[in-house]
């Protein structure tokens, strides 16, 4: 397959990609904007409608969107190999950044010193998912219906405690139905995908096929979280942020790999490393490893969590490009978007509220009865609360960026602990 302008050979993909891959900082809203800039703008290798077109498709599928975007540009460039360079560019400087970033949290995180940074990096961690509320939330809600389906869905998790996956699916479904029926102009022409079973059958065999293998072995533990992680990518609409808190809940309350200090911590080292931030997932799964069996333990964990995770990416892209133009003129599917990414906004800021009260009190318990989380008051920290305050006036009011606000707020927080 070519580009619509110009293909590049093979070095320079990697060259190009490479580097999209190591300086990919910033959450999915810059790696989009740095790829529009080194594949449109700068070498043509796109043009700005089939840009769009893909960044549509991408936003239609789950998982993380900026990594999808990249895989379907190298698809389109030089075919599936294509698209697997730059897919696996995207994500493997990120993750062996993360592996080594994980492993040392597991041997030295309980440190007072070190625990002590954490404080800085969680108050900046508030601040970076509140900046995320409010970026989806105003490209999202439009009219009163995405006010209702933000607020509906903020209620359903925060007070309600329901499934994020049911959430999202009846999101969806009340888009697709809801839309109002009208004469859509002829559809363009399309590709035609040469083997679409082919494609389902390999890729999804791929997907399985560790899942087989620690099954057969009797890895419990192994086969337990490459499920949960499998169910994850398929539900991963609106990015890492809107499948936080479900898989906080699920890994923290249900399965206790994890405790939820470790969960925020997992977010903000993500966040300073290049790659999807969807990478959280490999650091949860090699702590909880690492508590089952050690480094073994944690490197396997990592791998299936990385190996599960990314490969539907691959899937959905190389059963879906060929269909590009077909599924983006579909307006019941782009409703059905619509009111997911609205929704979605209700569940970040359950993800917000979340992450809040466990950062700024200690003891944090929910509802007798529903599931508000229900902080107490005696256990306030005051710390946490000045060092938010601080990540506030740097990012919001000077716009500082995350990775500086961090070191500024771990290092204070850090030299801190040593005077007190």
């Known amino acids: 397959m070519k580009g619509d302008v110009s293909g590049p050979n093979w070095s320079e993909m990697l060259r190009v990609f490479g580097r999209i891959g190591l300086v990919s900082f910033g959450g999915p809203a810059a790696q989009i904007a740095l790829m529009h800039r080194e594949l449109v703008e700068r070498r043509s290798w796109l043009t700005e409608a089939a840009?769009?077109?893909?960044?549509?498709?991408?936003?239609?599928?789950?998982?993380?969107?900026?990594?999808?975007?990249?895989?379907?540009?190298?698809?389109?460039?030089?075919?599936?190999?294509?698209?697997?360079?730059?897919?696996?560019?995207?994500?493997?400087?990120?993750?062996?950044v993360i592996g080594v970033?994980?492993?040392?949290?597991?041997?030295?995180?309980?440190?007072p010193l070190v625990q002590a940074a954490f404080l800085g990096i969680k108050a900046a961690v508030i601040i970076v998912v509140f900046q995320a509320l409010r970026?989806?939330?105003?490209?999202?809600?439009?009219?009163?219906?995405?006010?209702?389906?933000?607020?509906?869905?903020?209620?359903?998790?925060?007070?309600?405690?329901l499934p994020f996956p049911l959430i999202i699916l009846a999101a969806g479904l009340w888009g697709f139905f809801h839309h109002a029926p009208r004469h859509d102009p002829p559809e363009p022409e399309i590709h035609t995908a040469a083997h679409p079973m082919k494609t389902v059958l390999v890729w999804a065999g791929l997907w399985a096929s560790p899942l087989v293998v620690v099954w057969l072995l009797g890895q419990d533990f192994l086969l337990q979280l490459g499920l949960f992680f499998?169910?994850?990518?398929?539900?991963?609409?609106?990015?890492?942020?809107?499948?936080?808190?479900?898989?906080?809940?699920?890994?923290?309350?249900?399965?206790?790999?994890?405790?939820?200090?470790?969960?925020?911590?997992?977010?903000?080292?993500?966040?300073?490393?290049?790659?999807?931030?969807?990478?959280?997932?490999?650091?949860?799964a090699l702590l909880a490893g690492f508590a089952q069996n050690g480094l073994a333990g944690a490197l396997a964990a990592g791998a299936l969590a990385l190996w599960v995770t990314f490969t539907p990416c691959f899937l959905w892209i190389f059963l879906a490009g060929p269909y590009l133009e077909k599924i983006s003129s579909q307006?019941?599917?782009?409703?059905?978007?619509?009111?997911?990414?609205?929704?979605?906004?209700?569940?970040?800021?359950?993800?917000?509220?979340?992450f809040a009260l466990h950062v700024l009190f200690d003891r944090v318990t929910p509802d007798g009865v529903l599931a508000i989380p229900l902080p107490d008051w005696t256990s306030f920290n005051l710390l946490a609360f000045l060092l938010a305050a601080v990540a506030a006036a740097l990012m919001l009011v000077l716009k500082r960026g995350f990775v500086f606000s961090m070191l500024v707020l771990g290092f204070g927080a850090g030299a801190a602990s040593l005077f007190v």
């Open 230 to 284: 499998s169910k994850l990518a398929v539900v991963t609409f609106g990015g890492a942020y809107a499948v936080l808190a479900y898989m906080t809940q699920t890994v923290v309350q249900e399965y206790g790999w994890i405790t939820t200090e470790q969960m925020i911590d997992a977010l903000g080292l993500a966040e300073t490393t290049p790659g999807p931030l969807i990478l959280v997932t490999e650091f949860v």
């Open 51 to 96: 840009y769009l077109r893909a960044l549509s498709l991408c936003m239609l599928l789950p998982g993380p969107e900026a990594m999808q975007l990249a895989t379907y540009a190298g698809w389109r460039l030089h075919g599936t190999r294509g698209g697997l360079l730059a897919g696996l560019l995207f994500v493997v400087p990120g993750a062996l």
């Open 331 to 354: 307006p019941r599917l782009s409703a059905a978007l619509r009111a997911i990414t609205a929704t979605v906004v209700g569940v970040i800021a359950n993800l917000s509220v979340w």
């Open 101 to 111: 970033l994980a492993l040392l949290y597991a041997n030295y995180g309980q440190l």
């Open 135 to 161: 970026k989806v939330a105003g490209k999202a809600l439009h009219g009163l219906e995405g006010w209702v389906l933000a607020t509906a869905s903020f209620v359903a998790l925060f007070v309600l405690g």
